[in-house]
């Protein structure tokens, strides 16, 4: 029997109480009840899903980009802080591992230029270096990237 929207108690349940939502949710997927899902709503918690997953893995990757070339390139500052980037570089490459399966690996592979372009801006503001001493396309492979010892040197 299929229940209207309008009779859906997990529609109202969605306002009050996500979490509760959440678990009602998961229950009726695990016993197969799928005529009791509010699909409405659970379509846009996959949606949301999604991109904070792919925004997650997009901003561990930036911070690797702009600390290897922070170590790279900002040559004033190097002695001081090649450590301290070279410690977060491990860091997020640590916790972007952690977080990449199949699907987000090929959405970095798609977006590695704009998430590199991004970070040559945030590197030149926060640096005052020059735009064009940094190479126009990504120089790192997602390979290089990925890999917990790589640095460019």
């Known amino acids: 029997m299929k229940i209207s929207p309008l009779e859906n108690p997990l529609k109202s349940l969605y306002e009050e109480d996500e979490h509760l939502w959440l678990t009602e949710t998961i229950k009726l997927l695990k016993e197969n ?3 009791r899902l509010d ?6 918690e996959l949606e949301d899903l999604s991109k904070r997953d792919k925004n997650q893995v997009e901003s561990f990757l930036r911070q690797i980009i702009i600390h290897l070339l922070l170590l790279q390139y900002w040559t004033a500052e190097h002695e001081y802080n090649y450590r301290h980037w070279q410690g ?6 640590v916790q972007l591992n ?3 399966t199949t699907n987000l690996k090929q959405h970095l592979l798609d977006n590695r230029g704009d998430i590199y372009q991004e970070s040559v801006f ?3 503001q926060k640096t005052g270096l020059s735009l064009q001493i940094f190479p126009s396309i990504c120089p790192y ?3 290089q990237l990925l890999d917990k010892s790589w640095l460019p040197y």
Request: aromatic share 8%; proline share 0%.
């Open 141 to 143: 492979s997602l390979e």
């Open 122 to 124: 945030i590197v030149t």
């Open 88 to 93: 977060e570089i491990a860091t997020f490459r």
């Open 98 to 100: 952690r977080y990449l």
């Open 33 to 35: 009840r799928l005529e």
């Open 39 to 44: 699909i409405e709503n659970l379509i846009e």
